[in-house]
């Protein structure tokens, strides 16, 4: 049963960040296809949108105590649908990490996503203990070692990183010392080498390319290279939306709905509509930070931290991707890229964020 | 210990730290984007617009050389090249295999024409193959449906109509190779540009190549025009066409005659009033078409190992002893510095013995007395040897100069060589050493270090012929629009030799008459009704005595030079003509009667009439026996 007396707390300010980046990514999506075959993805994009906003207000009524309770078997479900993918997936540019439903296809990665942040807070929020030893922090790590495996084998580099941040972050919240994480991070350096004797070829020269984009100017370099000119030739104030001499209406930007978003923004709005853009971003992570502060529990700061630096973590390595700081690793930006399955988890992600903050005052 | 225990302070002081890297990140973010857009920007947008815009020369077609009487013999063909585009390219491995089958190609060697112009997924199209054959055209156009990243171009590719005949005249182009375009030979070309290599086509490749056109599309990502965005058309100027004052008939007609005695050697005809070239050949010759689109390897290794080598402009670019012919600028030095006379005369018996030597004449008989004129006419080496010993090598030296010897005609070709004339302080120079009086006497028959080129010698006779004007030779005689207006006609520059008297001249003149019509030893150059005025010249290459009993196969390469030099009529005079033939024996037989051809075919194109009576009357009687052969002695 809903209780009335928690939508006081709810948080305008937030709901309308994040409604409003959907908004521009729509938008963007649009401005990004509207003369190509794929004319309209704008449209998908506000079903999908409307379908992750009843999920968005389903979440907000069921307790994250609930969720974080029942957090084991939601966990387990989504290892299951894992391993499930890899031999019923579909094979979508070389990886089987989709689920194809009729109409919408449906990435079971992205649920495993939420599941192990839900279980990993639960795990490591456990009031019983003060502090944390270290066969805590081995655990916390087997959580979200599990996921990652089997998301590495389907392959899909991109999303298998993603685990990593909300790890090292929750780690760092229940109180590793400083001497261990910078011990962990220099070991995780020292382990590159190693790392890198996996790699597929054409992943190394992502890396490789990222270092001299000029290495390959018409292979994985172009798409960097594209990226910039896009973003550059924006200037200050952009070349207007719709405006057909840019690089996204010319096909110069890869990926321009999805990963790319990014720069089709910065070229049609310049840096005005990138500064406002950012200001967005900036103030609804804010409010997850300060959500974070006032949350009840432990396991409600977990929760909302695990989330937020899955979200961050998107959001700085596509957008860093943009201008050329990172390596392009095809996460999507959270919010804006096109794509269901993005929206709907990072959508559920806030919904949870929110429903910790409305909250914080109840016992 | 590992953790530190936790509570709300530790949490909240580490969300802190959180949002304050959260900070950080947002400026630096946004520190890229100001620099990006706003400090780059500039840069950025011009890639940008690199990006939109594919421009596409038009290329100009290159102007049409043509003869005097504006008979085509350059012009241009179309020819069909294939280009392929191979980020465009669905299966390049099929496109490879079919267009190798149809262009009998290899396929590696079409990977590495590809490869050679960058990665295999290149987005600009590259030049896979020219000149199509019209089956090969054909089949290929049928099937281009099949293949998007094909194209096929229509080009104008230059074409010789008479092949080797015009060879050395107008040359040949290709494309601008890149020692061209580090040297800047062509600064009007860029890379690939079809240029001038050699002759005429390279002396004018400005006017010839007139100036590409270039059309501005806006192209997607994947090369493809996009219609929305109407080409900008810069429209291509045509080449400017040559009128050259080459004639073709009396070229033909040196081929014609030159063929006959599977000779070497170099002609050239000029028109004395205007300066025009009517004849610039060339034995042997090589054929300009071979270079186009590019020369086989094969072919050009053939070229340029021949050992007779055919790529060189013998007119213009080898030098050759004068030999007899030089004879008129001793006749003229002496004459003026009044060494003699016309009546001074010397003694010829077959050989004179001077500074301890013995110099033989031609004549082992000899000459008896010989006047200037007799000497000339008959070309008495004896006699030259007296007049040589009158004269220093430096007055000599003097006169060749002023007569245009030892220095560049000018001529409208590219590599012109200069020739030699000796004297003391060249002597010194090169060799250290000084002159002797014995080198004198060799030099006053025309041999000894003096050279020459056959050009040089045409020269020398028309400023003879015209009592001392030095005219500027010239093969292009004006310069045409595409409809065929006069835009420019050439100027010749000419010069007044200063220092020679005219009488001087009318005796020489005289004396060149009588070579030809008065028994001498060019009759085998004479037309009957028309005065041509010439003298023989024959070059030994081998000593006077290894000379004498070579077989016919050791005369093609010891035999002696035959020059003929010549101008027609004396009293008018119109056209100088210089005949040179590699080892061709005496002038008098090999190098004469090739004037006279030309001569013929000269006045008759022009209907000039013949006179009824020759304009100059012998001026000795001399019994003389029939037409002499001449030789030459050490």
Redesign the interface.
């Known amino acids: 049963m809903a209780d009335t007396r928690i939508y006081r707390q709810f948080d305008p300010v937030m709901f309308f960040s994040m409604l409003s980046l959907i908004g521009m990514g729509v938008l963007m999506i649009y401005s990004a296809t509207f003369q190509s075959a794929s004319q309209d993805l704008y449209i998908r994009q506000l079903q999908w949108c409307a379908v992750a906003l009843v999920l968005f207000f389903i979440l907000l009524n069921i307790d994250y105590h609930v969720l974080a309770d029942s957090s084991l078997p939601i966990y387990v479900g989504s290892l299951v649908f894992l391993v499930a993918v890899l031999f019923f997936g579909k094979r979508i540019s070389g990886a089987k990490s989709w689920f194809s439903l009729g109409y919408f296809n449906f990435q079971p990665s992205e649920i495993a996503k939420i599941a192990t942040i839900l279980f990993l807070a639960k795990y490591l929020s456990d009031e019983t203990r003060m502090f944390l030893v270290l066969r805590d922090f081995l655990l916390a790590g087997l959580i979200v070692l599990v996921p990652m495996f089997l998301i590495i084998l389907q392959p899909d580099m991109g999303t298998t990183i993603t685990f990593i941040p909300p790890l090292i972050l929750l780690m760092f919240l229940a109180g590793m010392r400083y001497k261990w994480i910078l011990g962990a991070i220099l070991a995780g350096i020292a382990s590159l080498p190693v790392f890198w004797l996996f790699l597929k070829p054409y992943q190394k020269d992502r890396i490789l390319t990222f270092v001299d984009p000029s290495k390959d100017p018409l292979g994985a370099g172009y798409q960097i290279i594209q990226s910039k000119i896009a973003v550059g030739s924006g200037r200050i104030f952009g070349k207007g939306l719709f405006s057909k001499e840019t690089q996204a209406y010319l096909d110069y930007i890869p990926e321009k709905h999805t990963d790319f978003v990014f720069s089709v923004l910065a070229e049609d709005f310049g840096l005005i509509g990138v500064v406002v853009t950012l200001a967005i971003y900036f103030i609804l992570l804010m409010r997850v930070l300060s959500t974070a502060r006032q949350a009840r529990d432990r396991v409600g700061v977990f929760i909302v931290m695990g989330f937020f630096a899955i979200f961050f973590f998107h959001f700085v390595v596509n957008v860093g991707m943009i201008v050329g700081l990172m390596p392009i690793t095809g996460l999507p930006l959270p919010l804006m890229s096109y794509g269901g399955s993005s929206l709907l988890s990072t959508i559920g992600a806030m919904a949870i964020i929110m429903n910790v903050r409305m909250r914080r005052f109840v016992n | ?6 509570d709300r302070d ?3 002081r ?2 802190n730290l ?2 304050g890297v ?1 900070l950080c ?2 400026l ?3 520190g ?3 620099y ?3 400090i ?2 500039p ?3 011009q ?2 617009g690199e ?2 815009y594919k421009e596409d020369p038009i290329p100009a077609p290159r102007g049409l050389i043509v003869d005097r009487n504006k008979k085509i013999l350059a012009e241009n063909r179309l020819s069909h090249n294939l280009f392929i585009t191979p ?1 465009l390219s669905r299966n390049l491995t099929s496109t490879i295999e079919f267009l190798s089958t149809v262009l009998a190609t290899p396929q590696q060697d079409l990977y590495r024409i590809i490869k050679k112009e ?2 295999l ?3 600009s199209p590259i030049m896979l193959y020219q000149d199509m054959t019209l089956p090969q055209l054909a089949y290929i156009s049928a099937r281009k449906i099949e293949y998007p990243e094909i194209d096929i171009h229509h080009e104008q590719k230059r074409s010789y109509l008479y092949g080797p005949l015009f060879s050395h005249v107008i040359g040949y182009v290709g494309e601008l190779t890149e020692d061209q375009e580090r040297a800047k030979d062509f600064p009007e070309a860029k890379r690939r540009d079809i240029v001038g290599q050699s002759g005429l086509e390279r002396q004018y490749n400005r006017p010839l190549m007139g100036r590409a056109g270039m059309e501005r599309k ?5 090369g493809a025009v ?1 219609k ?2 109407p080409p900008i058309r810069d429209e291509p100027v045509p080449g400017k066409v040559l009128r050259l004052g080459i004639d073709y008939n009396m070229q033909k007609a040196t081929e014609d005659i030159f063929k006959e005695g599977n000779r070497y050697g170099a002609v050239v005809a000029m028109d004395i009033k205007t300066g025009d070239i009517l004849v610039l050949y060339n034995k042997p010759l090589f054929d300009p078409n071979d270079f186009i689109p590019k020369i086989a390897p094969a072919k050009w290794k053939e070229l340029i190992s021949d050992p007779q080598h055919p790529l060189q402009n013998r007119v213009i670019q080898n030098k050759f002893s004068p030999g007899s012919t030089f004879k008129l600028v001793m006749a003229l030095a002496a004459l003026q510095e009044k060494k003699i006379t016309p009546e001074t005369t010397f003694g010829c018996g077959g050989a004179q013995f001077i500074y301890n030597r013995t110099f033989r004449c031609w004549k082992p008989g000899g000459h008896g007395s010989v006047s200037l004129y007799r000497a000339i006419m008959q070309s008495c080496d004896v006699y030259f040897y007296n007049v040589g010993m009158r004269l220093d090598i430096d007055v000599i030296a003097k006169y060749a100069r002023l007569l245009g010897l030892g220095s560049l005609t000018n001529i409208d070709l590219p590599n012109e060589v200069k020739g030699l004339v000796p004297d003391r302080e060249w002597k010194r120079r090169t060799t250290n050493d000084k002159w002797y009086p014995g080198e004198t006497i060799s030099v006053a028959i025309g041999q000894g270090p003096i050279l020459a080129t056959t050009l040089q010698m045409a020269s020398l006779y028309a400023t003879i012929a015209t009592d001392g004007n030095i005219i500027q030779p010239h093969v292009v005689s004006s310069v045409l629009d595409m409809s065929g207006k006069t835009l420019e006609k050439s100027r010749s520059r000419k010069e007044k030799v200063e220092g020679i008297d005219r009488e001087n001249f009318e005796l020489v003149k005289k004396a060149l008459w009588g070579v030809v019509n008065d028994h001498g030893t060019g009759g085998r150059a004479r037309v009957d009704g028309y005065d041509v005025c010439g003298k023989t010249g024959t070059v030994q290459v081998v000593g006077y005595d290894r000379g004498k009993g070579l077989s016919e196969k050791q005369k093609e390469k010891y035999g002696d030079h035959a020059w003929f030099i010549s101008f027609a009529p004396v009293t008018d005079p119109q056209v100088a003509v210089a005949v040179f033939v590699e080892h061709g024996g005496h002038g008098s037989d090999a190098a004469a009667p090739v004037a006279k051809k030309i001569f013929e075919t000269y006045f008759a194109d022009r209907k000039i009439p013949p006179f009824s009576q020759p304009k100059l009357k012998v001026v000795a009687k001399t019994p003389a026996p029939a037409p002499v052969e001449e030789t030459l002695i050490e």
């Open positions: 210990m590992f953790g530190e225990p936790i530790l949490i909240n580490r969300i959180i949002a959260v990140v947002f630096m973010l946004l890229s984007f100001w990006m857009q706003i780059k920007g840069y950025y947008e890639l940008a990006n939109l980020r960058g990665p997924h290149s987005s806006v192209v997607n990502s994947y996009l929305e965005f």
